[in-house]
């Protein structure tokens, strides 16, 4: 199918010892994305722990933003999420965490609450502002650093200690070099701006979708692939732990809490394209979005005259397939 040259796809520069990023939409224009995930007033830091191999990132909201969730995977470690769906009365998100250390790492939320509510953020009752934080954790073995500057991509935050391809090593010979961590992305169309970031920690391997080129997850330590009947026989082997992978969606369209969550099922499309097998039953993926409409930004105000779900949907998957490929290093 013939894209639009109107599509616009814009991925970080990586540090020089990253694979290059693996473009599936248009040549990208020229610049380093700032900010992942692209709104003005999202600020996002990291923290990690090099001795651990462990560490968490924080998406902080400086606004009322609207969120929503989706949880494809069989096995998620989270917290707060019920406040993100369309039954429950919370329609505002302050932040959301995403951390490494599996349900250890949910404590990390403790933290971003007590930083937004001593700069009195949050939904005040009594007079105390009570911070509203999801948060998602990933298997693996900050706050004050949030910032709307350029964010870090790679082995960084909740994805110091992250792999993919993890299920290829349930056979043995399974190559360290299969490392992935945090990507990001930004996917432009007429004025709607659709930024996702991801941390990859997958049993299945990561590949360009347009191409089917294999990106990383299934290298040999002893050299060359493991072919496509080893991974169904690895399929076939109970992993004994947990894998995930966690997706932060923002778009500068204003989207009520019902189609937050919508959008968050349509972003997991993107997961689909670029991991391979996804959704398995040991994964715990978990899908954010967030919206708010940017303040100086009149273009997209009633974008629904001439949008639709369908094309936001498409491009949030399209903004999450690449950023898991950007988190491939």
């Known amino acids: 199918m013939r894209q639009s040259s109107e599509i616009v796809s814009k991925n970080p520069i990586h540090n020089a010892n990253q694979r290059p990023p693996h473009n599936i939409l248009p040549k990208p224009t020229s610049g380093m994305c ?6 003005p007033r999202i600020h996002v830091g990291h923290s990690s722990d090099e001795t651990a191999d462990t560490g968490c990132t924080v998406i902080l909201c400086k606004d009322e933003f ?19 769906r369309t039954t429950t009365t919370p329609a505002h998100v302050d932040g959301v965490v995403l951390s490494g250390g599996s349900a250890f790492g949910l404590a990390s939320a403790d933290g971003a609450m ?37 964010v870090e991509q790679g082995r960084i935050g909740a994805g110091m200690g992250t792999r993919n391809g993890k299920i290829m090593s349930l056979l043995g010979d399974y190559s360290a070099r299969n490392r992935s961590g945090i990507g990001s992305s930004l ?20 590949a360009n979708p347009t191409t089917g080129e294999h990106i990383s997850g299934l290298e040999k330590e002893s050299g060359g ?30 989207l009520t809490k019902l189609e937050c ?16 097998p996804a959704f398995l039953s040991q994964d715990g993926d978990v899908v954010f979005t967030l919206s708010r409409q940017e303040q100086d930004d009149n273009t997209i105000g009633n974008w629904k005259e001439i949008r639709t779900m369908n094309l936001l949907g498409e491009l949030a998957a399209r903004a999450v397939s690449q950023a898991i490929m950007n988190s491939v290093y």
């Open 34 to 39: 700032v900010n992942p995930p692209h709104h």
């Open 66 to 84: 609207v969120g929503g969730v989706h949880v494809p995977g069989h096995a998620p470690g989270s917290r707060e999420l019920d406040v993100l």
């Open 114 to 150: 007590k930083f937004l509510a001593e700069s009195n953020q949050g939904t005040k009752l009594l007079a105390i502002p009570v911070p509203i934080v999801p948060a998602a954790v990933v298997w693996d073995a900050a706050c004050v650093k949030a910032s709307s500057a350029k």
């Open 187 to 206: 996917v432009e169309f007429k004025g709607v701006k659709m930024g996702a970031l991801c941390v990859v920690n997958s049993l299945g391997y990561i």
């Open 225 to 254: 692939l493991f072919s496509d009947e080893e991974m169904l026989q690895a399929l076939s082997i109970d992993p004994s732990k947990g894998n995930t992978l966690l997706c932060v969606v923002a778009t500068n369209c204003k």
């Open 261 to 276: 969550c919508d959008l968050a099922r349509r972003a997991s499309n993107g997961i689909v394209r670029s991991v391979r």
